[in-house]
């Protein structure tokens, strides 16, 4: 089931001036492939999870349309849409066991769709052994690990074969090591259901590791949508740039002066045809190949080495943060102390330059 | 570092508390077991210095009694009859206060009402509407109730007034206790009900769950821990009826000439301090104790079972 939200906006009263409001989602226009993991993805209050909420009917948008497939949802309510959720903190029965969470929304249905005792026991038997329940069964949701009761909301909302899957950060109640193996876990279950994914996150690697597709939010503006490979390696704007990747890109206060990119005092690259103005530039930490020679370079502060590669601490003084950092290959020996110079040459793809004042891309 | 259980300090300052306790709360407690297992135990006689024997005879004096009868018959069908009903009403009346918005303060607060005002002051008010003045033929006016039972045509019914029937006088009671246990019921499943995380709600909506199946299935389990504690303390309450009896019929526990009909094991309790037989009252209090002890460990038995998480 493929969804279509066109200019959707939601806004809020304002909690402290009357008749102000808030506005959490503005003109949300794009649409989600039939069969799709999605992921929405922003800082919080970026209107990501209120998105989420009204493409699951619990909220009502203040103007614009859902269509899942040709249908409008609009003003339907949440029951009547199909769509199954898996909350941040669960939201499981505690009083009910692990097998009556998931008959629950079975036991719901009425007229044609009622189901026999045994159609309900073997759909639910057969939507734990895809989460790999099975055998917890008869336990209660305090009985359970965080990342077995995150298996049972998945099994409860997949139960009743909804039309579209919603998840609400559904990994941030677990820890790193679970969080790994549950991503993975998702990506394997939307792939045997087909169903279509929505999931939100605030994880930018969480969001890139699985999604076939991503959607930057920002203080409720879609910033980017496309495949997590293409927004990281092309960004639209320096919000993009600067949210996706660990570690984060370096930005420097730069200039174009005389068709070259100058940071600092040193010359980066010939933008030609380009007048002279402040820019920003952004250069991602695996942009940079150590080089005797290289065109930018700044004080060494620290080497982190971690096995398969290892970091390049270094101050430069254009640099918005107080150091940069490279990745740079183990083999790389860089034997330097403290404060000894350091230069790097740069993979020209990995080097974004985006207008001062818009902080829109300037391609070149 | 001291052993804490032995800490003189500690224990001085317990100390006043202590002393209060045993001054006022377990001296009358072993007391009391005394006095009802000393045969004919009489505050008067022992005055004159005169010996009992131990034995049950005060309780084979108190469970002969035609009236004590009566009167265990009256607690007990006061608990049955108004423990649930409250409690339901209750119920109703919180998950109704919880779903609205505006006025929800004010609501809470009339609701409250009850609980702050005294016991007495109610019955009389009661016992006002319910009244009638004069008797038979000669009836001149009637309180609000018959007022408006007249309204549709009805007759008036004479609820607690002389020669007013003990089914009467049963209902305007429990209309009463029901009435009064209200606000305190309600504050705590209010409490209950707002402690239980909306998403539960939201999830049930999703999941197209109709407002009875929410009810049942996800209300009443989630506060089953508050229904739990008001049921337990309102059979506790119950069972130890009285200020509201007085309060409507003042200290003859009935209609006037009906010799006390709508009286309650408290109710005799009190009744045999005047006449000294302080063995009898003591053997009362300590059967009313055995009954809440054994109705109160059926409440835990059965919540234990029922009760979620």
Redesign the interface.
Known sequence: MKIVLQNLTKTFPSRNKKGETVVAVSDLDFEIPDGKLIGLLGPSGCGKSTTLYMI???QKPTSGKIFFGDSDVTGL????RG???V?Q?Y?L???LTVRQNIL??L???KGPDKLSKEEMLSRATEAARLVQIDELMER?P?ELSGGQQQRVAIA?ALV?APRVLLLDEPLSNLDARLRLQTREEIKRIQRETGVTTVFVTHDQEEAMSISDMIVVMKEGVVQQIGEPQRVYDDPENLFVAKFLGTPPINVFDASVTGGFLCVGGDRLFEMPGEADREVVVGIRPEGFVPAGDGVIGGKLVNIEVMGRDCSVVFSNPACQKPTVRAIVDSDVRIAAGADAPVRFNLKKNKVFVFDRTTERRIMF | MTDKRNNPKAWLYLLPAVILLLIFSFYPLINTFRMAFLNGYNGLAIIGGEKFTFGVENFRTVINNVDFKLYLRNTVLLCVLTVPISTVLALLIAVALNSIKPLQKVFQTVFFLPYVTNSIAIGMVFNAMFTQVGVGDLVQTYGIINNIIGLFGAEPINFVNTGSSWGANMFVVCTYIVWHALPFKILVLLGGLQNV?K??Y?????????KT?TFF??TV??V?PMLAYVVITSFIGGFKEYSSIVGIFGESMGPAGSSGQMNTIVGYVYNMLPKSNLGNASAASLILFGIILVVTAINGYVSKKKV??
């Not at chain 1, 309510?77 to 009547?80: G, I, V």
């Not at chain 2, 939201?202 to 109709?210: N, V």
């Open positions: 699951c009917g619990l309510e949440p029951e009547h769509v199954g959720l909350f903190n939201a029965y505690p009083h629950f929304p036991q719901n249905l209660k305090s409860r009743k | 995380n998403q539960y939201e999830a049930a909506k999703i999941d197209a769950t109709s199946r299935r996800i389990p989630l089953s979620h998480y």
